[in-house]
């Protein structure tokens, strides 16, 4: 059975960063990415990468603050969320499939979510 299991949530102030990993068991994926999901609000795409590297997306919303990278010899991906605002808070979900890019909104795996909270 696929597993994607995610770490690296918590409590950050505004400004401050964090680093979410997420380590896929069992296969291995072309496409890993990130999603988030505020409360009262649908889930939204931040950021996916092809596993070359070749190929990144980003949400506007976090372009030049969060960066996506993969380690292939682990299987995993990492968010590095630098500089982070209060609207960033969200529960983050890591997801994989053949492709991700900026306009899905579906994947075929997804992770179990970590919660990230940043106080003004």
């Known amino acids: 059975q696929v597993q994607l299991v995610e770490s690296g949530g918590g409590l950050v102030q505004a400004g401050g960063s964090l680093r979410l990993s997420c380590a896929a068991a069992?296969?291995?994926?072309?496409?890993m990415a990130w999603f988030r999901q505020a409360p009262g609000k649908e889930r939204e795409f931040v950021a996916a990468?092809?596993?070359?590297?070749?190929?990144?997306y980003y949400a506007d919303s976090v372009k030049g603050r969060f960066t996506i990278s993969r380690d292939n010899a682990k299987n995993t991906v990492y968010l590095q969320m630098n500089s982070l605002k209060p609207e960033d808070t969200a529960i983050y979900y890591c997801a994989a499939d053949n492709w991700l890019d900026s306009s899905s909104t579906e994947a075929q795996y997804w992770g179990q979510g970590t919660q990230v909270t940043v106080s003004s």
């Open positions: 990468q092809t596993r070359s590297g070749s190929t990144t």
């Open positions: 069992r296969r291995i994926f072309n496409a």
